[in-house]
């Protein structure tokens, strides 16, 4: 069992059933709200630097759905500016578990990180993205 720390958008349906997933298999989680912590370009570059940067972007976000923002068009600097101004954009949840940082749930690399027990899913789809109707969850901002 691990304790990991859940950056999430409190009242999001997909982080709730992530949350979910993680607690049924024994894991303890630190849920923190991503859209009001106080981040840095040093706190958040952990957890996104790995990717590429148009992985960064959370895709239900309203300015991204609309055309208005196109993470592929960004250099890291220009998106890391823009994640910092508007944290709804982050792409989430993030998870920390020590030094290791998690960005999105793909369920097969979050069992490969820390495991997700028998009633981990087998579906290679990422199971993040809004469950509410309409994208709800990614237009509220709390």
Known sequence: MAHITF????GCGGNAK???LLRAARHTLDARDLL???WTAESLLPFLAP???ADWFNRAAPRIKSGEIVP???DAEAALALL???PLLIRRPLMALGEQRMVGFDAERVHAWVGLGPNAPVSRAPLEGCAAAA???AT???
């Open 18 to 20: 992530q949350k979910a």
């Open 36 to 38: 009001s912590w106080p």
């Open 7 to 10: 950056f999430e958008k409190p």
């Open 135 to 137: 994208g709800h969850c």
């Open 84 to 86: 910092l101004a508007e």
């Open 140 to 142: 509220t901002p709390s």
């Open 72 to 74: 592929e068009t960004l």
């Open 51 to 53: 990717l590429p940067v």
